[in-house]
Nanobody
């Protein structure tokens, strides 16, 4: 079992930056692909970014490409999402997820955190 706990969300103005963290329990963190998803009010949960177990491969949604950066520190069992140039449409609950196969589909991920709220005001 892997438990994931997100932190770092908050209320910021458009154009600001935030860095989300996701701390994982368990010894197998370095074997999992990790992803970030988000869910805006009234909408489905959408893919944001993923990173391979070694950190050598990353993938981003077009809507965040060039503004967000996903990274991981396997020694600390933590994955990060650096978010720059935030826009009001980035508002939502951000979830980290872990799975054996890297991909942008939700059903590829076996473990999910409880989410952290990000609100971007205009």
């Amino acid at each position: 079992q892997v438990q994931l706990v997100e932190s770092g969300g908050g209320l910021v103005q458009a154009g600001s930056s935030l860095k989300l963290s996701c701390a994982a329990s368990g010894r197998t963190f370095s074997t999992y692909a990790m992803g970030w998803f988000r869910q805006a009010p009234g909408k489905g949960r959408e893919f944001v970014a993923l990173i391979s177990p070694s950190g050598g491969y990353t993938l981003y949604a077009d809507s965040v490409k060039g503004r967000f950066t996903i990274s991981r520190d396997n020694a600390k069992n933590t994955v990060y999402l650096q978010m720059n140039s935030l826009k009001p449409e980035d508002t939502g609950v951000y979830y980290c997820a872990g799975g054996s196969i890297p991909g942008f589909l939700r059903n590829l991920y076996d473990y999910w955190g409880q989410g952290t709220q990000v609100t971007v005001s205009s």
